[in-house]
Nanobody, 116 residues
Framework: QVQLVESGGGLVQAGGSLRLSCAASTLIFGFNAMGWYRQAPGKQRELVARITTGGSTNYADSVKGRFTISRDNAKNAVYLQMNSLKPEDTANYYC??????????WGQGTQVTVSS
């Protein structure tokens, strides 16, 4: 069964923090690098952070130093700690395999809204 369930979003003031969680099915999570993506209204979905099975990480320049991605391989879970949030971080956040395109299965995502 293919499943992606994101949670942890919400409304936060600029400068605040949120921790997003993603529960993935083994079909998606197993042996794959995973990523957190986001899509703001009127914009394309973008990859903001990725993590390999071994724990190596990469970040988009816009979130580097503020966001931290992690994974728990035993739980098929991926997390995104977001600190020093900015209004431009407002978007719907999704997790998926690294490199997932528009034809891949996507979950509902979790909405993050940062007020100024």
């Amino acid at each position: 069964q293919v499943q992606l369930v994101e949670s942890g979003g919400g409304l936060v003031q600029a400068g605040g923090s949120l921790r997003l969680s993603c529960a993935a099915s083994t079909l998606i999570f197993g042996f794959n690098a995973m990523g957190w993506y986001r899509q703001a209204p009127g914009k394309q979905r973008e990859l903001v952070a990725r993590i390999t099975t071994g724990g190596s990480t990469n970040y988009a320049d816009s979130v580097k130093g503020r966001f931290t991605i992690s994974r728990d391989n035993a739980k098929n879970a991926v997390y995104l700690q977001m600190n020093s949030l900015k209004p431009e971080d407002t978007a719907n956040y999704y997790c998926n395999r690294d490199g997932a395109n528009e034809y891949a299965y996507w979950g509902q995502g979790t909405q993050v809204t940062v007020s100024s």
